[in-house]
């Protein structure tokens, strides 16, 4: 902006010498990228292309659960320019959305969401359990206490007669919580 000082008197309109400014503005911030997704980690990043006219103190990403997050941040330096760092502590098979930010003195700027969604786990299978025994019956039961982040479509028991058996398998239902059934046939 340029501009200058002025005064009217009745002889007319005298000015002063030119000054000059530049307003300030948000960073501009873009392309978010992610890569390297497993089940709790993701290299996120950006670009922060356009400081506004004033340095950029802080750049990063943040990410949730919903679109146009600005929780769980995470700095990687300051400046214009392209950024990557590693995000841990991401929950398994969910869907994340994410942006990158610049902050300067005028404001936090965010780059558009993008999204993608983790990779699942194996499921967490606790407390195998046991009752009325007899010689050749039994009813036998656990409790699956985390999908790991995907849909739990069967959960049974297996039995053997030598230690971590495979065999045998019989089903009872899909999905997280405590189950048993009752087994017969056993030697």
Same mark, same amino acid.
């Given at each position: 902006?340029?501009?200058?000082?002025?005064?009217?008197?009745?002889?007319?309109?005298?000015?002063?010498?030119?000054?000059?400014?530049?307003?300030?503005?948000?960073?501009?911030?873009?392309?978010?990228?992610?890569?390297?997704? !497993?089940? /709790?980690?993701?290299?996120?990043?950006? @670009?922060?292309?356009?400081? &506004? +006219? #004033?340095?950029?103190?802080?750049? %990063?990403?943040?990410?949730?659960?919903?679109?146009?997050?600005?929780?769980?941040?995470?700095?990687?330096?300051?400046?214009?320019?392209?950024?990557?760092?590693?995000?841990?502590?991401?929950?398994?098979?969910?869907?994340?959305?994410?942006?990158?930010?610049?902050?300067?003195?005028?404001?936090?700027?965010?780059?558009?969401?993008?999204?993608?969604?983790?990779?699942?786990?194996?499921?967490?299978?606790? !407390?195998? /359990?046991?009752?009325?025994?007899?010689? @050749?019956?039994?009813?036998? &039961? +656990? #409790?699956?206490?985390?999908?790991? %982040?995907?849909?739990?479509?069967?959960?049974?028991?297996?039995?053997?007669?030598?230690?971590?058996?495979?065999?045998?398998?019989?089903?009872?239902?899909?999905?997280?919580?405590?189950?048993?059934?009752?087994?017969?046939?056993?030697?």
């Amino acid at each position: 902006i340029y501009f200058r000082a002025y005064a009217t008197n009745s002889v007319g309109t005298s000015y002063s010498a030119d000054g000059s400014f530049t307003t300030l503005d948000l960073p501009t911030v873009t392309s978010p990228t992610f890569s390297a997704v !497993t089940a /709790t980690t993701a290299t996120l990043g950006g @670009t922060v292309s356009d400081d &506004g +006219g #004033t340095t950029v103190t802080e750049r %990063g990403t943040v990410w949730g659960t919903t679109p146009n997050p600005t929780g769980n941040a995470l700095a990687e330096g300051s400046g214009t320019g392209t950024f990557t760092h590693g995000r841990t502590g991401l929950p398994p098979g969910t869907l994340i959305y994410f942006r990158a930010y610049a902050i300067n003195s005028v404001g936090t700027a965010y780059s558009a969401d993008s999204s993608f969604t983790t990779l699942a786990t194996l499921p967490t299978v606790d !407390t195998p /359990t046991f009752s009325a025994v007899t010689d @050749t019956e039994a009813t036998l &039961g +656990g #409790t699956v206490s985390d999908d790991g %982040g995907g849909t739990v479509t069967d959960r049974g028991t297996v039995w053997g007669t030598s230690p971590n058996p495979t065999g045998n398998a019989l089903s009872e239902g899909s999905g997280t919580g405590t189950f048993s059934h009752a087994r017969t046939g056993l030697p």
